[in-house]
């Protein structure tokens, strides 16, 4: 079957990766406001109900989008949005979040879109939450924490006089409740998935708003990111670990307390783990416990130093582990890095996840209370499914839509705002709709004393920069901001967002803009929104710092000086109508 193919930017995104970004926010989202209310909580199993949720989410799915690709495709951008935070990439969620739509990708590969793919993806995909928590323990701990544990259940056996091997029957009993939450939640997507099917031509309740607006990631704080940083970070970490056993403790110890100080100054989220009271409270009991099982519970005789030293090595091996995948993360977020994904195999998905983006504040906002889930979560799913299928909908419009940005340029007073309003006035004659806003200069005595910020759709103007008044906003030049116009100017720009014009106008941008003044904001949203082509008046000075500063890809630039304006309004009506 061929795929929809929808340009962004100059790049292609196909309709599986929408897909998938719709269904990987849906996912992110149930982890994000439902996560932390079952950790906070302390609630058992928590980690398995957010799976459930999951699996009965992308099982639900495939009954209406059948594309094959789309859990692991979900499952990355889950991922990445799960464990997105200003500075950081977190392995831990990244990797069961990847595991989970793996192992229940190559289930139905096999087996087929059916109730024995579906069931035992969804048990493979539960049970990893277990064998995930078992190889992290051994990872981190190293050998000695599977002695330790065995010989804790073999002391267990001989004081309660058990007469079977209970080394094995702790996790066999996880293991069977994990299959039964595999089983329900495989079944709770079938039949979810299949009321879908039989409702199909039913409207969805949109449950929240379905305006994306902006997203709501937080701003990055500066880093010094360091390609050899992230390479040295690898070397330390690695390396520690091969040297466990190579030279004496009081050597590696102080070899790992030097790496950790390094870490610890360079990081702050290395820090952060550093400091936190339950890592101290593990260490203190596991090296109590390995002493107590090594010198009393083993056959082997150990002297109680030696018992001590091998606790206190299980932690800083483990501290060595978790500090090291935190500065890995850290470094891993560089833009370089990231850009370097952009031109690989996997281009399309720094797209997707910019779509992720944009659905996730409306997402997060249509995930119901855990009560209503638990009390109805066929309903509960079958509603967030039909609000998928808007979003859906919504982004196929969104993204057949190609946005054009011209500019006018040229030197203060050579009539960029003459030459607007004449395009303005042009396009309207060809029944184009034009909307935003420009500048008039007010002239008196042949002496600029300021301008008005004019309406577009309604010529209504208002007072923006004038020679004197409040300074409150600050100045452009020599002129005062007036708070009146400038909150008119972005009113306007704002109401434009969600808009579909043809040509939304925004005379001028410069100096303020790339300092994230002005109409900067205004600007990038209606970038990012991409419902309408962009006319802007840039003074030629500011011109390559507008374009870097604010990202801009602009179609014409148009310099006042060397061009008929005519020229100008023919060349943007048949790029608009191309």
């Not at 793996?102 to 087996?111: D, T, W, Y």
């Not at 483990?318 to 891993?332: D, H, K, P, R």
């Not at 967002?497 to 109409?519: F, M, P, S």
Request: proline content about 2%.
């Amino acid at each position: 079957m061929s795929e929809k193919l929808y340009m962004d930017k100059g790049q292609k995104l196909n309709e599986k990766w929408i897909k998938a970004s719709i269904l990987g926010t849906i996912w992110a989202s149930s982890e994000i406001v439902l996560g932390s209310f079952l950790h906070n909580l302390r609630i058992p199993f928590s980690g398995n109900i957010l799976t459930a949720i999951a699996l009965v989410i992308l099982i639900s799915a495939s009954y209406k989008w059948k594309e094959h690709g789309l859990f692991w495709r979900a499952g990355i951008i889950c991922a990445l949005l799960k464990t997105m935070s200003p500075s950081a990439v977190i392995f831990g969620p990244m990797v069961a979040i990847l595991s989970e739509a793996i192992l229940l990708e190559i289930s139905v590969r096999f087996l087929g879109k059916n109730i024995t793919g579906f069931l035992l993806g969804s048990i493979l995909a539960m049970s990893w939450n277990l064998i995930q928590k078992i190889f992290n323990y051994v990872i981190f701990y190293g050998y000695n924490i599977v002695e330790l544990y065995s010989n804790l259940m073999k002391y267990a056996q001989k004081q309660l006089h058990l007469q079977f091997d209970v080394v094995w029957a702790p996790i066999v009993l996880l293991l069977a409740i994990y299959i039964l939450f595999g089983t329900f939640s495989a079944m709770i997507g079938i039949k979810t998935g299949r009321k879908l099917l039989t409702h199909s031509n039913e409207p969805g309740k949109v449950l929240q708003n379905m305006q994306t607006g902006n997203s709501t990631t937080k701003k990055s704080s500066i880093f010094n990111y360091s390609v050899p940083w992230l390479f040295l970070n690898i070397i330390l970490m690695f390396g520690s670990l091969i040297l466990i056993n190579q030279i004496s403790f009081v050597a590696w110890a102080t070899l790992v307390s030097v790496i950790v100080f390094a870490w610890a100054v360079r990081y702050k989220r290395a820090l952060r783990q550093l400091v936190k009271p339950k890592l101290w409270i593990f260490f203190i009991a596991t090296t109590m416990v390995a002493a107590f099982v090594f010198t009393t519970i083993q056959a082997e005789e150990t002297r109680i130093i030696d018992a001590i030293i091998i606790g206190v090595e299980m932690n800083l091996r483990a501290i060595v582990l978790i500090m090291g995948f935190s500065v890995l993360g850290t470094e891993l977020y560089n833009p370089k890095i990231r850009k370097l994904l952009g031109k690989s195999r996997f281009k399309q998905l720094p797209l997707a996840l910019e779509l992720s983006l944009e659905s996730l504040p409306s997402m997060i906002a249509n995930i119901p209370d855990l009560k209503s889930i638990v009390r109805n979560p066929v309903h509960v799913i079958h509603q967030l499914m039909k609000h998928a299928e808007l979003r859906l909908d919504e982004i196929r419009k969104k993204t057949a839509f190609k946005q054009k940005v011209f500019i006018i340029t040229g030197a203060i007073g050579k009539g960029k705002t003459s030459c607007i309003k004449n395009v303005i006035k042009k396009l309207e004659q060809e029944k184009t709709t034009v909307l935003g806003i420009y500048s008039e200069r007010i002239i008196k005595n042949n002496i600029t004393v300021g301008y008005d910020v004019i309406n577009v759709s309604n010529n209504k103007s208002k007072k923006f920069l004038r020679l004197h008044g409040d300074n409150t906003l600050g100045k452009i030049g020599r002129f005062v901001i007036y708070p009146n116009g400038f909150q008119m100017g972005r009113n306007t720009l704002n109401e434009l967002q969600n808009t579909r014009a043809k040509i939304i106008v925004i005379d001028e941008i410069g100096k303020l803009e790339i300092d994230g003044g002005g109409w900067s904001e205004c600007l990038l949203n209606l970038i990012k929104t991409r419902n309408n082509h962009l006319l802007l008046a840039v003074r030629e000075e500011v011109l390559e710092k507008v374009i870097e500063n604010l990202g801009i890809e602009a179609e014409i630039i148009y310099n006042v000086s060397e061009n008929k304006c005519e020229d100008f309004s023919q060349r943007i009506l048949q790029f608009i109508n191309y």
